[in-house]
């Protein structure tokens, strides 16, 4: 029955066990916290207890929540909290919606029923190497530190959704597992932390931790934890669920990983049972190494062997650090071909490929970068080429020819290179042509000659012929004087002026094939076959030529 005048709990009347022969009739470690909270000092420690066993630390978790709220006027609790080491908690610790509690350091102790902090206000809390069934924490608001570390296990779920921490949330070295088939280790979905959050240092969960929506003030240590979550995905069973959801998360500090150096002290890498996703995340900085990423692929507890895959998609970090710094292409690319097929092909997403090529960039890793936003847009392109190639064949096609010749605009020097293999190629062949005599002079004044006779095929070759005459080494010196300004034929110089634009050597204007079969090679070329190489060289001149000036202008866009 409650004292008269207040709730039932709230006064040491209530807390009377008329079968104990001490002083308050309380049982006997009660007797003495309750001597050592009026102290400020701590229950003397002991080993950990071991139920049904530990009868001396026997302590109803309703006489630590009478404590915690303060005691009352035969029961005076110091500023410094309720500390309890080593103790066998009997019963509920329901602080559901407290305000002010008092400090509650409960180390290496053993609960055996749910705690209950949904929607308190607590000072702080420490259960460093305590065993709980589960913690229904939603909504807690702490002012300083939340320690579940050091060998700390839960058996259960840990919520601490939409939870508010002034200080450190601290679960190194905690276990946190939970049983049950696709079930959450660790709930912090919208948890705000002020500090640091450490899942790191041995910290090892089975069952997913959900961080969706969690905001950190400072970094995110994930370095030598144990993340395990092998069951298959309830939507797309050929992957595996998420081990650690940092979906929408909010770091305002870096995402440490590892291997890394911390305190001095080389620390590895986590290990991922299960995928990853960092879904539309955000981090001041990303310290992880290839052996941070999930196995590609894992044998979950039925048996099946699924995919680990890493959620990239809208996750925005403004650098790389590590001990081990992996911002080579190659590796990188490994990281961005680890999310689901579906977002690599069917649904592109480019944002990761964007991200990474503008990190890289700002770190002065330019090749690097280039490599990746290649690589988007071969994606890219084959994403829209399952879609546009037979609705929109054009739109392919040029970004199909875009892509070969530039690399997407990355590469120029490649259409460069290939422009000049057509310059070469193309005048080599006008070579062998002048010398087979298939060009003969454009002006009507010279092929018409009559004195020219002599020039004309099967006689001559028209460029032989005329190269002579104005370089005297014909005797006809009358004709050297009427042809000495008649630019005489040079096949490498012609094969610039037809596929350069806005460019004249003379060359064009002077010189054209004529229709004429032309052997080659021992194979007597069709007589279109001169011209038509003119053509097609002035074409593919024209259109290189002025793709890659306005490559290198800018004005067509890479991205």
């Known amino acids: 029955m409650p004292t008269p005048g207040g709730a039932y709990g709230r006064s040491l009347a209530d807390m009377r066990d008329p079968n104990e022969s001490t002083p308050h009739k309380l049982w006997p470690a009660e007797e003495k916290l309750l001597q050592s909270v009026a102290r400020g000092e701590k229950l003397p420690p002991a080993p950990r207890p071991v139920p049904g066993q530990s009868e001396d630390k026997r302590v109803r978790g309703s006489f630590i929540r009478f404590l915690a709220l303060g005691g009352d006027e035969e029961a005076a609790v110091h500023e410094r909290g309720v500390e309890v080491v080593g103790a066998f908690i009997e019963g509920p610790l329901h602080l559901e919606g407290a305000v002010g509690v008092r400090p509650l350091v409960l180390t290496s102790c053993w609960f055996d029923t749910e705690l209950n902090f949904s929607h308190a206000s607590v000072r702080q809390i420490v259960l460093s190497g305590s065993r709980v069934p589960s913690i229904n924490a939603t909504g807690l608001k702490v002012e300083g530190d939340l320690r579940l570390d050091k060998e700390f296990l839960a058996d259960g779920l840990v919520s601490l959704e939409r939870a508010q921490i002034g200080g450190e949330l601290n679960c190194s070295g905690g276990n946190f597992h939970n049983s049950t088939k696709g079930g959450y280790a660790l709930n912090a979905e919208y948890a705000r932390i002020t500090g640091n959050v450490y899942l790191s240092g041995g910290f090892s969960s089975i069952g997913q931790v959900r961080l969706l929506g969690l905001a950190v003030g400072a970094d995110l240590h994930c370095w030598e934890g144990r993340f395990r979550n092998a069951c298959p995905d309830p939507i797309e ?3 595996t669920s998420d081990a650690l959801d940092l979906t929408n998360a909010r770091i305002s500090g870096g995402l440490l990983f590892g291997p890394l150096t911390y305190h001095d002290v080389r620390r590895k890498a986590p290990i991922f049972e299960g995928s990853l996703s960092f879904q539309q995340a955000h981090a001041r900085f990303l310290a992880d190494d290839v052996t941070a990423w999930p196995q590609r692929k894992q044998k979950c507890e039925n048996g099946d062997v699924t995919t680990n895959c890493i959620e990239l998609d809208g996750f925005i970090y403004d650098t790389f650090a590590g001990l081990l710094l992996s911002v080579d292409a190659p590796t990188r690319l490994q990281w961005l071909e680890r999310q689901r097929t579906i977002y690599l092909r069917k649904n592109f997403r480019p ?33 829209l080429a399952r879609r546009a190639r037979l609705s929109k064949p054009l739109v392919w096609a040029k970004r199909a020819t875009f892509g070969f010749l530039t690399a997407y605009g990355y590469r120029p020097f490649r259409l460069f290179s290939l422009l000049f293999i057509l310059w070469l190629a193309a005048a080599l062949f006008y070579l062998k042509a002048g010398q087979e005599g298939i060009f003969a002079p454009s002006e009507p004044q010279v092929f018409l000659a009559e004195h020219l006779e002599p020039c004309r095929p099967p006689n001559s070759s028209w460029t032989a012929c005329l190269a002579d005459i104005t370089r005297g080494a014909s005797p ?5 004087r009427e042809l000495q300004e008649y630019p005489p034929f040079n096949p490498f110089m012609y094969s610039l002026d037809v596929m350069i634009p806005f460019m004249d050597l003379h060359q064009r204007r002077a010189w054209a094939p004529m229709v004429k079969e032309m052997p080659i090679a021992g194979v007597r070329l069709h007589e279109w076959v001169p011209l038509a190489i003119v053509w097609a060289q002035a074409l593919l001149g024209w259109s290189g030529a002025l793709l890659l000036g306005a490559v290198l202008s800018g004005l067509v866009k890479r991205d």
């Open 476 to 480: 006809k010196s009358d004709l050297r």
């Open 237 to 239: 069973k050929i992957y």
């Open 351 to 383: 944002q990761p490929y964007e991200q990474l090529t503008k990190v890289l960039r700002a770190m002065g890793h330019d090749e690097d970068a280039r490599i990746i936003a290649i690589q988007k847009q071969r994606r890219l392109h084959s994403a």
